[in-house]
């Protein structure tokens, strides 16, 4: 699959995910969706779009017939980087012009540090993908990756005192 539909796919992931909580009401959605417009709520919403993409790509990898023993390992640690890719970008654009004077350009901004997060995801997984990892790696990558899927899951239900989990005002 390449870059680009990678990234698409995740972008389309991270919208039904954005929505899919408020709208259904689905309690068990709670840990994967958005609840609010908090950062926090917009890195879980990045992480687990990001795995879910790399969930639909996987039977399209296997049909290459090119079985990467680090296929997985590099789906995790980018899924993992991937959240933090947006809390990184997102932020050039109030740093280098303030507040967006119009919701449609901020929308317009996220959408497309968004996209970008999931082409920087498929770089690092490309890269990835082809190199043998060491056993120290691998630990680490699954490290981070349980690490965040039990703080995302745990401050959907109860938030800590630090600003980045609440939703702006």
């Not at 449609?104 to 959408?111: F, N, S, T």
């Amino acid at each position: 699959m390449s870059i680009l539909l990678k990234a698409f796919i995740y972008l389309i992931f991270f919208s039904i995910l954005h929505f899919a909580y408020d709208l259904s009401g689905w309690t068990w959605l709670k840990p994967f969706s958005g609840t609010n417009e908090s950062v926090f709520q917009h890195l879980k919403m990045a992480f687990w779009a990001y795995l879910l993409a790399s969930l639909m790509e996987y039977p399209f990898f296997r049909k290459r017939k090119k079985m990467y023993q680090s296929f997985w390992y590099s789906r995790l640690f980018a899924a993992t980087i991937v959240p933090w890719t947006i809390f990184l970008v997102y932020f050039l654009g109030p740093a280098a012009v303030g507040k967006f004077q119009a919701s449609y350009l901020e929308l317009a901004w996220a959408i497309l540090v968004s996209y970008f997060s999931g082409l920087v995801g498929g770089l690092i997984e490309g890269h990835l993908d082809e190199q043998k990892l060491t056993f120290c790696l691998k630990a680490v990558i699954i490290f981070l990756t349980l690490t965040s899927a039990i703080l995302y899951i745990t401050f959907t239900y109860s938030l800590p005192w630090l600003d980045l989990f609440r939703a702006p005002n």
